[in-house]
Protein backbone atom coordinates (compact mmCIF):
# COMPACT_ATOMS: atom_id res chain seq x y z
CA UNK A 1 0.00 0.00 0.00
CA UNK A 2 1.79 3.32 -0.92
CA UNK A 3 -0.91 6.06 0.38
CA UNK A 4 -0.41 9.86 0.18
CA UNK A 5 -1.87 12.06 2.80
CA UNK A 6 -2.55 15.51 1.42
CA UNK A 7 -4.28 18.71 2.38
CA UNK A 8 -3.43 22.30 3.49
CA UNK A 9 -1.32 23.12 6.71
CA UNK A 10 -3.36 21.89 9.88
CA UNK A 11 -5.18 19.42 7.95
CA UNK A 12 -4.72 16.47 10.10
CA UNK A 13 -2.34 15.20 7.98
CA UNK A 14 0.54 14.04 10.69
CA UNK A 15 -1.86 12.83 12.78
CA UNK A 16 -4.03 10.51 10.83
CA UNK A 17 -0.62 9.38 9.09
CA UNK A 18 0.78 8.19 12.33
CA UNK A 19 -2.54 6.28 13.32
CA UNK A 20 -2.77 4.71 9.84
CA UNK A 21 1.23 4.10 9.37
CA UNK A 22 0.59 1.89 13.29
CA UNK A 23 -3.00 -0.01 11.59
CA UNK A 24 -1.36 -1.01 8.59
CA UNK A 25 2.26 -1.45 10.01
CA UNK A 26 4.14 0.77 7.10
CA UNK A 27 6.56 3.37 7.75
CA UNK A 28 4.99 6.89 7.51
CA UNK A 29 7.07 9.26 5.70
CA UNK A 30 6.65 13.00 6.63
CA UNK A 31 8.91 15.47 4.92
CA UNK A 32 8.34 17.92 7.39
CA UNK A 33 9.76 15.73 9.83
CA UNK A 34 12.98 14.82 7.82
CA UNK A 35 13.70 18.48 7.03
CA UNK A 36 13.08 19.59 10.28
CA UNK A 37 15.52 17.25 11.77
CA UNK A 38 17.77 17.94 9.03
CA UNK A 39 17.59 22.54 9.55
CA UNK A 40 19.14 21.29 13.33
CA UNK A 41 22.20 19.94 11.71
CA UNK A 42 24.89 22.59 11.29
CA UNK A 43 25.26 21.90 7.86
CA UNK A 44 24.83 23.61 4.59
CA UNK A 45 21.90 21.86 4.02
CA UNK A 46 20.63 22.43 7.71
CA UNK A 47 20.97 26.36 6.99
CA UNK A 48 19.48 26.14 3.77
CA UNK A 49 16.21 24.41 4.77
CA UNK A 50 16.05 25.97 7.36
CA UNK A 51 16.15 29.30 6.05
CA UNK A 52 12.65 27.91 3.64
CA UNK A 53 10.71 25.97 6.29
CA UNK A 54 10.53 29.54 8.77
CA UNK A 55 9.22 31.37 6.56
CA UNK A 56 6.68 28.71 5.64
CA UNK A 57 8.35 28.26 1.68
CA UNK A 58 8.48 25.09 0.07
CA UNK A 59 12.01 23.89 -0.20
CA UNK A 60 13.28 23.46 -3.65
CA UNK A 61 12.02 20.29 -5.46
CA UNK A 62 15.26 18.52 -6.86
CA UNK A 63 16.25 18.42 -2.71
CA UNK A 64 13.04 16.99 -1.72
CA UNK A 65 13.13 14.39 -4.41
CA UNK A 66 16.15 13.18 -4.02
CA UNK A 67 15.44 12.94 0.03
CA UNK A 68 12.22 10.49 -1.01
CA UNK A 69 13.70 8.61 -3.22
CA UNK A 70 16.65 7.28 -0.79
CA UNK A 71 13.95 6.93 1.80
CA UNK A 72 11.36 4.98 0.04
CA UNK A 73 14.06 2.52 -1.60
CA UNK A 74 14.68 1.29 2.13
CA UNK A 75 14.17 -1.90 2.73
CA UNK A 76 11.36 -1.15 5.28
CA UNK A 77 9.31 0.30 2.34
CA UNK A 78 8.87 -2.84 0.75
CA UNK A 79 5.28 -3.77 1.83
CA UNK A 80 3.93 -0.20 1.58
CA UNK A 81 4.65 3.47 3.11
CA UNK A 82 2.73 6.16 3.63
CA UNK A 83 3.19 9.69 2.65
CA UNK A 84 2.81 12.78 4.54
CA UNK A 85 3.39 16.34 2.81
CA UNK A 86 4.81 14.81 -0.12
CA UNK A 87 4.64 15.69 -3.30
CA UNK A 88 3.70 19.21 -2.73
CA UNK A 89 4.18 20.65 -6.14
CA UNK A 90 3.08 19.21 -9.56
CA UNK A 91 7.32 18.43 -10.36
CA UNK A 92 7.03 16.65 -7.33
CA UNK A 93 4.35 14.20 -8.29
CA UNK A 94 5.41 13.89 -11.66
CA UNK A 95 9.06 12.75 -10.31
CA UNK A 96 7.12 10.40 -7.84
CA UNK A 97 5.36 8.91 -10.15
CA UNK A 98 8.50 8.20 -12.14
CA UNK A 99 10.20 6.53 -9.19
CA UNK A 100 7.91 4.64 -8.12
CA UNK A 101 6.96 3.08 -11.88
CA UNK A 102 10.90 2.51 -11.57
CA UNK A 103 10.46 0.12 -8.98
CA UNK A 104 7.30 -1.31 -10.24
CA UNK A 105 5.06 0.43 -7.89
CA UNK A 106 2.12 2.73 -7.98
CA UNK A 107 0.14 5.21 -6.00
CA UNK A 108 -2.65 3.13 -3.76
CA UNK A 109 -4.58 6.04 -2.93
CA UNK A 110 -4.54 9.92 -2.39
CA UNK A 111 -6.10 10.86 0.97
CA UNK A 112 -7.57 14.32 0.57
CA UNK A 113 -8.16 16.24 4.12
CA UNK A 114 -10.35 18.89 3.15
CA UNK A 115 -10.59 21.28 6.05
CA UNK A 116 -11.56 24.96 6.47
CA UNK A 117 -9.35 27.97 6.88
CA UNK A 118 -10.46 29.08 10.43
CA UNK A 119 -10.38 25.85 11.42
CA UNK A 120 -6.76 25.43 10.03
CA UNK A 121 -5.35 28.66 12.54
CA UNK A 122 -7.28 27.61 15.34
CA UNK A 123 -5.02 24.24 14.80
CA UNK A 124 -1.87 25.14 13.90
CA UNK A 125 -1.54 28.13 16.76
CA UNK A 126 -2.73 25.70 19.66
CA UNK A 127 -0.09 22.69 18.12
CA UNK A 128 2.41 21.56 20.08
CA UNK A 129 4.45 18.55 18.83
CA UNK A 130 6.92 16.56 20.98
CA UNK A 131 10.73 17.00 20.31
CA UNK A 132 11.68 13.40 20.99
CA UNK A 133 9.24 11.40 19.57
CA UNK A 134 7.61 13.97 17.18
CA UNK A 135 3.78 12.91 18.46
CA UNK A 136 1.53 15.87 17.41
CA UNK A 137 -0.69 17.46 20.42
CA UNK A 138 -3.28 20.41 20.29
CA UNK A 139 -3.87 22.22 23.73
CA UNK A 140 -7.64 22.23 23.31
CA UNK A 141 -8.51 19.49 21.28
CA UNK A 142 -6.19 16.73 21.64
CA UNK A 143 -3.92 18.14 24.84
CA UNK A 144 -1.74 15.71 26.83
CA UNK A 145 -2.41 14.19 30.28
CA UNK A 146 0.55 16.31 32.09
CA UNK A 147 0.62 19.71 30.95
CA UNK A 148 4.11 20.20 28.44
CA UNK A 149 4.79 16.94 28.92
CA UNK A 150 4.35 13.85 26.07
CA UNK A 151 2.05 11.61 26.80
CA UNK A 152 4.03 8.72 24.80
CA UNK A 153 7.62 9.01 25.24
CA UNK A 154 8.02 12.04 28.30
CA UNK A 155 9.83 14.21 25.71
CA UNK A 156 9.26 18.13 26.17
CA UNK A 157 6.61 19.45 24.09
CA UNK A 158 7.41 22.68 22.08
CA UNK A 159 5.83 25.24 19.43
CA UNK A 160 7.01 24.79 16.10
CA UNK A 161 8.38 28.20 14.50
CA UNK A 162 6.18 28.17 11.72
CA UNK A 163 2.92 27.63 13.59
CA UNK A 164 3.45 31.88 14.27
CA UNK A 165 0.40 33.52 12.80
CA UNK A 166 2.08 35.27 10.04
CA UNK A 167 3.69 32.31 8.75
CA UNK A 168 0.53 30.14 8.82
CA UNK A 169 -0.39 32.91 6.80
CA UNK A 170 2.26 32.34 3.77
CA UNK A 171 1.96 28.51 4.00
CA UNK A 172 -2.06 28.74 3.29
CA UNK A 173 -0.80 30.84 0.21
CA UNK A 174 2.03 28.56 -0.87
CA UNK A 175 -0.57 25.41 -0.87
CA UNK A 176 -3.43 27.04 -2.96
CA UNK A 177 -0.71 28.91 -5.68
CA UNK A 178 1.75 25.44 -5.75
CA UNK A 179 -0.05 22.59 -4.18
CA UNK A 180 -4.00 23.04 -4.56
CA UNK A 181 -3.15 22.07 -8.43
CA UNK A 182 -2.49 18.54 -7.43
CA UNK A 183 -6.14 18.17 -6.63
CA UNK A 184 -6.83 17.62 -9.93
CA UNK A 185 -3.78 15.89 -11.07
CA UNK A 186 -4.64 12.75 -8.90
CA UNK A 187 -8.39 13.39 -9.85
CA UNK A 188 -7.74 13.00 -13.32
CA UNK A 189 -5.86 9.96 -12.69
CA UNK A 190 -8.71 8.62 -9.99
CA UNK A 191 -6.23 8.32 -7.16
CA UNK A 192 -8.51 11.00 -5.02
CA UNK A 193 -10.54 10.14 -2.49
CA UNK A 194 -11.59 13.23 0.04
CA UNK A 195 -12.08 13.26 3.26
CA UNK A 196 -14.08 16.03 5.52
CA UNK A 197 -11.42 16.73 8.02
CA UNK A 198 -13.24 19.39 10.32
CA UNK A 199 -14.93 16.27 12.53
CA UNK A 200 -13.09 14.85 15.46
CA UNK A 201 -10.01 12.97 15.06
CA UNK A 202 -11.37 9.39 15.28
CA UNK A 203 -14.12 9.77 12.66
CA UNK A 204 -11.65 11.38 10.31
CA UNK A 205 -9.60 7.95 11.31
CA UNK A 206 -12.27 5.56 10.58
CA UNK A 207 -13.49 6.79 7.26
CA UNK A 208 -9.99 7.04 5.73
CA UNK A 209 -9.86 3.30 7.18
CA UNK A 210 -13.00 2.68 5.37
CA UNK A 211 -11.38 4.30 2.18
CA UNK A 212 -8.31 2.13 2.12
CA UNK A 213 -10.21 -1.31 3.19
CA UNK A 214 -12.28 -0.87 0.32
CA UNK A 215 -9.49 0.10 -2.36
CA UNK A 216 -7.76 -2.76 -1.32
CA UNK A 217 -10.33 -4.96 -2.00
CA UNK A 218 -10.28 -3.32 -5.82
CA UNK A 219 -13.94 -2.20 -5.22
CA UNK A 220 -13.52 1.23 -6.88
P1 LIG B 1 4.96 20.11 7.12
O1 LIG B 1 5.59 19.75 8.39
O2 LIG B 1 4.51 19.05 6.20
O3 LIG B 1 3.77 21.13 7.40
P2 LIG B 1 2.34 21.35 6.71
O4 LIG B 1 2.08 20.70 5.43
O5 LIG B 1 2.19 22.82 6.74
O6 LIG B 1 1.36 20.60 7.61
P3 LIG B 1 1.38 20.53 9.15
O7 LIG B 1 2.38 19.55 9.62
O8 LIG B 1 1.45 21.92 9.70
O9 LIG B 1 -0.11 20.02 9.43
P4 LIG B 1 -0.72 18.56 9.41
O10 LIG B 1 -1.66 18.47 8.27
O11 LIG B 1 0.31 17.51 9.54
O12 LIG B 1 -1.61 18.63 10.73
P5 LIG B 1 -1.39 17.97 12.19
O13 LIG B 1 -1.75 16.53 12.14
O14 LIG B 1 -0.09 18.36 12.77
O15 LIG B 1 5.96 21.04 6.29
C1 LIG B 1 6.64 22.10 6.93
C2 LIG B 1 7.59 22.79 5.97
O16 LIG B 1 8.54 21.85 5.47
C3 LIG B 1 6.94 23.38 4.71
O17 LIG B 1 6.43 24.67 4.96
C4 LIG B 1 8.14 23.39 3.76
O18 LIG B 1 9.01 24.46 4.06
C5 LIG B 1 8.86 22.09 4.11
N1 LIG B 1 8.38 20.95 3.30
C6 LIG B 1 7.80 19.81 3.76
N2 LIG B 1 7.47 18.98 2.76
C7 LIG B 1 7.86 19.61 1.60
C8 LIG B 1 7.76 19.27 0.24
N3 LIG B 1 7.20 18.11 -0.17
N4 LIG B 1 8.23 20.16 -0.67
C9 LIG B 1 8.80 21.32 -0.30
N5 LIG B 1 8.91 21.70 1.00
C10 LIG B 1 8.44 20.86 1.95
O19 LIG B 1 -2.57 18.72 12.97
C11 LIG B 1 -2.51 20.11 13.23
C12 LIG B 1 -3.10 20.40 14.63
O20 LIG B 1 -4.49 20.12 14.63
C13 LIG B 1 -2.50 19.56 15.76
O21 LIG B 1 -2.44 20.34 16.92
C14 LIG B 1 -3.52 18.41 15.92
O22 LIG B 1 -3.53 17.90 17.26
C15 LIG B 1 -4.82 19.11 15.58
N6 LIG B 1 -5.79 18.22 14.92
C16 LIG B 1 -5.54 17.28 13.95
N7 LIG B 1 -6.70 16.71 13.54
C17 LIG B 1 -7.69 17.30 14.25
C18 LIG B 1 -9.11 17.14 14.28
N8 LIG B 1 -9.75 16.26 13.48
N9 LIG B 1 -9.82 17.93 15.12
C19 LIG B 1 -9.20 18.82 15.92
N10 LIG B 1 -7.87 19.02 15.96
C20 LIG B 1 -7.11 18.26 15.12
MG1 LIG C 1 2.44 17.50 9.59
ZN1 LIG D 1 7.15 11.99 22.52
Request: proline share 4%.
Amino acid sequence: MIVIFFGPPGAGKGTQASRISEVLEVPQIATGDIFRGKSKENSQLGRKVKGFMEKGQLIPDEIVNEVVRERISKRDCKKGFILDGYPRTIDQAIYLDKALKDMGKEITAVIYLEVNEDEIVKRLSYRRTCNKCGAIYHLIFNPPRVSKVCDRCGGKLYQRKDDREEVIRERIGVYKEKTEPLLRFYHERGKLFKVNGNREIDDVAKEIMDILETVKKGDV
